[in-house]
Nanobody, 123 residues
Framework: VQLQAYGGGLVQAGGSLRLSCAAS????????MGWFRQPPGKEREFVAA????????NYADSVKGRFTISRDNAENTVYLQMNSLKPEDTADYYC?????????????????WGQGTQVTVSS
């Protein structure tokens, strides 16, 4: 599975962005997909994950109620809708894929990673 994330940019606090992650490969629809982020000078952290069917999702506490993960298996794409953005959301955002749902928050469990897309939220 090859992944390509895009949609990052500069936005003011309180604004919105939608990130997309396009996947190649016929097995996309069977994979758990996750979004992670790495703020400047910090460790990579979990943001959100979605099961292969889209029926189960998981969010970091810091983004619950503001971010929504979704997927379109027909388009081989996973999305991250980010609303009410805060300066602390500034980071490089990465999408990732793995075959099982368990430990969806754990970066080390993911087998495939896309390149990052930068999100900057100004105050």
């Amino acid at each position: 599975v090859q992944l390509q994330a895009y949609g990052g940019g500069l936005v003011q606090a309180g604004g919105s962005l939608r990130l997309s992650c396009a996947a190649s490969g016929r097995t996309f629809s069977s994979y758990t997909m996750g979004w992670f982020r790495q703020p400047p000078g910090k460790e990579r952290e979990f943001v959100a994950a979605i099961s292969w069917s889209g029926g189960v999702t998981n969010y970091a506490d810091s983004v619950k109620g503001r971010f929504t993960i979704s997927r379109d298996n027909a388009e081989n794409t996973v999305y991250l809708q980010m609303n009410s953005l805060k300066p602390e959301d500034t980071a490089d955002y990465y999408c990732a894929a793995k075959p099982q749902w368990g430990n969806s928050w754990a970066a080390r469990r993911y087998d495939y990673w896309g390149q990052g897309t930068q999100v900057t939220v100004s105050s």
